[in-house]
């Protein structure tokens, strides 16, 4: 009997929601955002039952109660709020009410004109117990509620009052409540986590840091939030690939960003020909002044000249030849590459010094990290190394690099990274786009996985995007920065329409950036920037896009047009994205809008404006008429003005 | 770092199934069913991984492995069969297979004609190390293998050999190995837990225990392996209720067998009328000699002159008027029944108390318990009560008898339940039992929760069984017989097609036999027992019916008809019933049978033998055409019978 400490305690509780693999992982929220709980709570019986979230901050020892309301079926709800980085906990309790319980029967038996002369006494001396609980007034009141009930001229009715009712629940005894058996974790990430725009260039192309803030202000202007470098170390020089991955090197041929280490230094190491550590220090501060963040790669693996190699042979493989083990996926080689073996005995000083390397990184400014093929590494790692990072500096945002299975990619969120690279860029078609999206938006997997959507990469030149030029380009961009709250783009050769593959099948870049210096003409006429800028300004100014969670798809009779809305919970933003997935071909059909879920009056008019023209549509009812065109624009962005009244002749939205 | 005693283990193991609320419950098997397990499991990189299941009886400190085999999207599959009553565990183990890595990457190297050199060297490290874990002969020839790889003849594509394959997966390496966190838990029952029919009657209208002896050679030919019987204590006294539940009792009457305890003792008492607890016992053992065995029923409420309310008042409620609380559900008053305080201080010796009443039965021969409305009574009791009771008598079989919200009685049965009662008598269109027995049968519930389907008890009498005489019936019993691999009926009424309710609109027995003796005559020509005899019949002959998992709904064109099959895993035993729904008029319609799952030709000619009636029907491809008439038969009970051979013109058919 000794595992019912209180066998009294006669609520259960279950099936609590959100909760990662029973409890182990911890789901994700950015600061303001609210949890909302759920369990199934019941007891034997027919006892009225009180519940509560109770919930805190790492930070704060004590409790704070959230009340629960039954739904349906058992089920009941009730949410809170982070405000402050970091950790919090939150648990569920429940219990008999009493009082509740003593007042529903009473309530019945009057109904019922029984005498309830005993019932009432009942009554008295839950009240009492309820006054020795409380202090003050309420004790005061409640024993004189208690003398009254006692009397014989009471009412009986006057016992159903609500003030009393409220005061007995403030005061309920909680002696035999159960508490859920498990304290589930949040952790809450700054805004950034959940709300961004990347954009990424190889710094080298642009004449290295000095190069880079020349460019600080241009993006700004466009509406980028985070500025994603290529691992600046040093390059490996020993097997370097030369120019479209050639195994052979020319001279001055500068090499993969992604071999890293040479005589020059490694991981703590910046390469030369970008500049110095005070440079780099020098664009982390004026990025800031433009509101940008500069994000960092951290790629962990070594050219074969890294200085790991030599001195900690130890954390790579050795073969019986004497030579150290170099990446292969047989029968390819990547002779320019030696990997890390996890397996090794000095696994845990590979695993410091892998820690350190963030920590150099964080110590010289740099709070956002995108990790290079995280799913290589040992899965333990990771959830070390971001728990002990993270738990002195909780802003730190790390962005998964996984184009692997779902459940590695989903392990690698759950164990710790911010954000996720994704299958968005293979997702072209209506019901691909829907069925991928709901599953990241609409399940559990929002709980602990935030997609970071990206059209483009310098590994990921799409089928879709070789199709057809500025169009392809364009819908893809409407796409990733309206589907997705946090998404990026591989900056350069997106604006630029770069779509040129180094062989036909490919979806590798000719002549790509990872092993060339470009130059790119940002000013050339069909550039896209224009059209990145209103975009990335429709998302600032329309909080609905900062958010997934409230993505819903709507019905369209043509498989071309995609539709789908985002809405604030006050329903005050609500933004209609229509694009036609077709780059060639105008497409037109009608969409079907859930006017109830809009909390639209179908028998009033309202106004689409639409951000991306300005132009502006009266629409009335469920069904209505889109036309695209992609000589023109290839979607809509449309916010959604309500109809507030009629004056004479003058209509007026909000 | 502590936390990742190995950071070396690589191997990830989640989302590990059947799992029941994180491992907090058991699933449940009968003895010699097979425990299917799966998981999610995948590493960093692209190692070859090795994976089993764990499982071991509760006697046995060691593990068994069973294989698991990858069958898609990281999910793993093995499975092991459950040979003993009591508990067993289960847990997963993973590892990187370093041989099957090497080997499989060999094969791509000799396939692109790759100098594999240093690889064979590499080959035969591994084999060395194996050959350390091995003994004997093992040893020998993985030492020789090594031998062999280093020699510089040796013919690299030999190094693929299988039985090189074979033996160095009998001694693979799993010092690195992960094992997934939880050892879960399977609670193992005999099989009438599983499959058997119920037979419930009371004893007093058969002349008490000495009458049920006599009725035992009819239900043993009828094929009944349960008897049960209503609660067999002294009947209180004070405040019985008289015929049709009346406050009234009138002189003579002989009040309700669930009002327990009188003077003449409690719940380890017999009422003097029924007979002694010699006669008792007899009846046990008479009951044995023909494979019945006897379930008691145990409700655990007190009428008031029960022994327990003068010698433990502190376990109910005392009201300030000084009297004891009574049952009631406002404005409802049940003033014949005293419930338990389950919150009382000394709730440890209420607890054990009531254990012991099961204990005393348990020492008098009785196995099975149907526990009357359990979902009134503390949930922490039972989980407590029926684990202590287990863990020495892992032969009991406990039955709920909860009709409740469906979370209160799947909670009831993962704490412990054997079988439950469940919401079938009130499913009676065809997509009503669809839904319901697919959640039963086809998902988690499965696990844990064992519906006994009974189509009327003395406390229900359903609207459809009102409707008609004889069809509802035969209707009511074709599915529960076969739907339910347990099943049971209130056998006197049921038999004799009883169906006058107490009003209109009501579920309670006019005369209800709750309330009164009643005199059955059995041998009435419109019974139904030569039916039942049938079904119960051909439920021994076909294992395929002594299962629920094996559930299969088919399409049909007409809904008043419901087809489903089950077949043994084998396929060995299939059995199609197509029953018409509707009691009043004839229906005929088609079915679609998916002859790829049941295993057969669309070519070739198949046989469904009517085990109802005998008749045999030739049928070919998927769609068949049914007509059943309620005048005749209301349903179908096929046994496929698959075509052999066609020799000249004799079919034969197994």
Redesign the interface.
């Given at each position: 009997?000794s595992?019912?400490l209180s066998?009294?305690?006669?609520c259960?509780i279950?099936?609590v929601a959100p909760e990662i693999?029973?409890?182990k992982f911890p789901i994700k929220r950015t600061i303001g955002e609210k949890v909302v709980v759920e369990a199934?709570i019941?007891?034997?019986?027919?006892d009225v039952i009180s519940a509560v979230v109770k919930f805190r901050n790492e930070k704060n020892p004590g409790w704070t109660d959230a009340p629960m309301k039954f739904f349906e079926?058992?089920r009941w709800r009730g949410e809170f709020a982070v405000t402050e980085l970091g950790n919090y906990f939150y648990t569920v309790e429940a219990w008999?009410n009493r009082f509740q319980s003593w007042r529903?029967?009473l309530k019945?038996?009057l109904?019922?004109d029984?005498n309830v002369f005993?019932e009432l006494?009942?009554g008295?001396?839950i009240m009492e117990e309820a006054a020795a609980r409380a202090a003050g007034a309420d004790a005061d009141t409640l024993r004189d509620w208690a003398k009254e009930l006692r009397g014989k001229k009471f009412a009986a009715a006057r016992a159903l009052d609500k003030a009393l009712a409220g005061l007995m629940n403030r005061h309920a005894g909680r002696k035999?409540a159960s508490v859920y058996e498990k304290e589930l974790r949040v952790v809450v990430d700054r805004e950034l986590a959940r709300f961004g725009a990347w954009y990424e260039l190889f710094p080298r192309s642009f004449g290295g840091f000095h190069g880079c803030v020349k460019q600080l202000p241009r993006l700004a202007k466009m509406g980028f939030d985070v500025l994603y470098l290529p691992p600046i170390h040093p390059i490996g020089k020993s097997f370097r690939k030369g120019k479209n991955n050639s195994v052979k090197c020319k001279p001055g041929e500068p090499g993969s960003p992604w071999a890293i280490g040479s005589g020059e230094g490694g991981h703590k190491a910046i390469h030369p020909e970008l500049g110095t550590l005070k440079d780099f220090q020098h664009l982390i501060a004026k990025a800031r002044e433009h509101k940008i963040e500069i994000a960092l790669d951290i790629a962990f693996q070594c050219a074969p000249d890294h200085p790991y190699v030599r001195e900690h042979p130890q954390w790579f493989r050795k073969?019986?030849?004497g030579?150290i083990q170099y990446a292969?996926?047989?029968?390819k080689k990547y002779q320019d590459i030696v990997p890390f073996d996890?397996?090794?005995d000095d696994?845990?000083n590979l695993?410091r010094e892998l820690k350190s390397v963030f920590e150099f990184w964080i110590s010289h400014g740099i709070k956002i990290f995108r990790v290079d093929n995280p799913?290589?590494?040992?899965?333990?790692?990771w959830?070390?190394c971001i728990g002990e990072l993270k738990a002195g500096n909780p802003e730190l945002i790390f962005l998964s690099e996984a184009f692997t299975?779902?459940?590695?990619m989903y392990?690698l969120a759950k164990l710790g990274f911010t954000q996720s690279y994704n299958y968005f860029p293979w997702r072209n078609s209506k019901d691909e786009l829907e069925s991928y999206l709901i599953s990241l938006t609409q399940t559990d997997v929002a709980e602990f996985f935030r997609p970071n959507l990206w059209p483009n990469t310098p590994d990921i030149l799409t089928q879709f995007l070789q199709m057809d030029g500025p169009a392809a380009f364009s819908i893809r961009l409407a796409l990733a920065a309206t589907l997705g709250a946090s998404y990026g783009i591989y900056g350069p050769a997106f604006e630029l329409c770069e779509n040129t593959p180094r062989e036909q099948g490919s979806e590798e870049y000719l002549n790509s950036e990872k092993y060339e210096i470009k130059h790119w003409n940002l000013s050339a006429p069909h550039s896209l920037d224009a059209l990145i800028t209103r975009v990335n300004g429709i998302r600032r100014d329309n909080p609905a896009l900062q958010s997934n969670r409230n993505l819903i798809f709507h019905h369209t009779d043509n498989p071309e047009l995609i539709a789908y809305t985002k809405s604030t919970d006050d329903k005050s933003n609500t933004v209609l994205v229509v694009v036609n997935l077709n780059p060639h071909y105008k497409h037109s059909g009608w969409i079907d809008l859930p006017l109830d879920e809009l909390e639209l009056d179908r028998q009033k008019t309202f106004q689409m404006h639409d951000l991306l023209t300005d132009a502006r549509y009266l629409w009335r009812g469920s069904h209505n008429y889109i036309e695209l065109n992609p000589a023109f624009s290839s979607a809509h962005i449309f916010r959604l003005r309500r109809h507030v009244r009629t004056e004479h002749d003058f209509d007026y939205f909000m």
């Amino acid at each position: 009997m000794s595992k019912n400490l209180s066998g009294r305690s006669r609520c259960i509780i279950e099936n609590v929601a959100p909760e990662i693999d029973g409890g182990k992982f911890p789901i994700k929220r950015t600061i303001g955002e609210k949890v909302v709980v759920e369990a199934d709570i019941f007891a034997d019986g027919h006892d009225v039952i009180s519940a509560v979230v109770k919930f805190r901050n790492e930070k704060n020892p004590g409790w704070t109660d959230a009340p629960m309301k039954f739904f349906e079926d058992d089920r009941w709800r009730g949410e809170f709020a982070v405000t402050e980085l970091g950790n919090y906990f939150y648990t569920v309790e429940a219990w008999i009410n009493r009082f509740q319980s003593w007042r529903a029967d009473l309530k019945k038996k009057l109904d019922a004109d029984q005498n309830v002369f005993v019932e009432l006494l009942v009554g008295a001396d839950i009240m009492e117990e309820a006054a020795a609980r409380a202090a003050g007034a309420d004790a005061d009141t409640l024993r004189d509620w208690a003398k009254e009930l006692r009397g014989k001229k009471f009412a009986a009715a006057r016992a159903l009052d609500k003030a009393l009712a409220g005061l007995m629940n403030r005061h309920a005894g909680r002696k035999l409540a159960s508490v859920y058996e498990k304290e589930l974790r949040v952790v809450v990430d700054r805004e950034l986590a959940r709300f961004g725009a990347w954009y990424e260039l190889f710094p080298r192309s642009f004449g290295g840091f000095h190069g880079c803030v020349k460019q600080l202000p241009r993006l700004a202007k466009m509406g980028f939030d985070v500025l994603y470098l290529p691992p600046i170390h040093p390059i490996g020089k020993s097997f370097r690939k030369g120019k479209n991955n050639s195994v052979k090197c020319k001279p001055g041929e500068p090499g993969s960003p992604w071999a890293i280490g040479s005589g020059e230094g490694g991981h703590k190491a910046i390469h030369p020909e970008l500049g110095t550590l005070k440079d780099f220090q020098h664009l982390i501060a004026k990025a800031r002044e433009h509101k940008i963040e500069i994000a960092l790669d951290i790629a962990f693996q070594c050219a074969p000249d890294h200085p790991y190699v030599r001195e900690h042979p130890q954390w790579f493989r050795k073969r019986p030849d004497g030579t150290i083990q170099y990446a292969e996926n047989p029968p390819k080689k990547y002779q320019d590459i030696v990997p890390f073996d996890f397996e090794c005995d000095d696994w845990e000083n590979l695993w410091r010094e892998l820690k350190s390397v963030f920590e150099f990184w964080i110590s010289h400014g740099i709070k956002i990290f995108r990790v290079d093929n995280p799913h290589t590494k040992t899965f333990g790692f990771w959830e070390w190394c971001i728990g002990e990072l993270k738990a002195g500096n909780p802003e730190l945002i790390f962005l998964s690099e996984a184009f692997t299975r779902p459940k590695p990619m989903y392990r690698l969120a759950k164990l710790g990274f911010t954000q996720s690279y994704n299958y968005f860029p293979w997702r072209n078609s209506k019901d691909e786009l829907e069925s991928y999206l709901i599953s990241l938006t609409q399940t559990d997997v929002a709980e602990f996985f935030r997609p970071n959507l990206w059209p483009n990469t310098p590994d990921i030149l799409t089928q879709f995007l070789q199709m057809d030029g500025p169009a392809a380009f364009s819908i893809r961009l409407a796409l990733a920065a309206t589907l997705g709250a946090s998404y990026g783009i591989y900056g350069p050769a997106f604006e630029l329409c770069e779509n040129t593959p180094r062989e036909q099948g490919s979806e590798e870049y000719l002549n790509s950036e990872k092993y060339e210096i470009k130059h790119w003409n940002l000013s050339a006429p069909h550039s896209l920037d224009a059209l990145i800028t209103r975009v990335n300004g429709i998302r600032r100014d329309n909080p609905a896009l900062q958010s997934n969670r409230n993505l819903i798809f709507h019905h369209t009779d043509n498989p071309e047009l995609i539709a789908y809305t985002k809405s604030t919970d006050d329903k005050s933003n609500t933004v209609l994205v229509v694009v036609n997935l077709n780059p060639h071909y105008k497409h037109s059909g009608w969409i079907d809008l859930p006017l109830d879920e809009l909390e639209l009056d179908r028998q009033k008019t309202f106004q689409m404006h639409d951000l991306l023209t300005d132009a502006r549509y009266l629409w009335r009812g469920s069904h209505n008429y889109i036309e695209l065109n992609p000589a023109f624009s290839s979607a809509h962005i449309f916010r959604l003005r309500r109809h507030v009244r009629t004056e004479h002749d003058f209509d007026y939205f909000m």
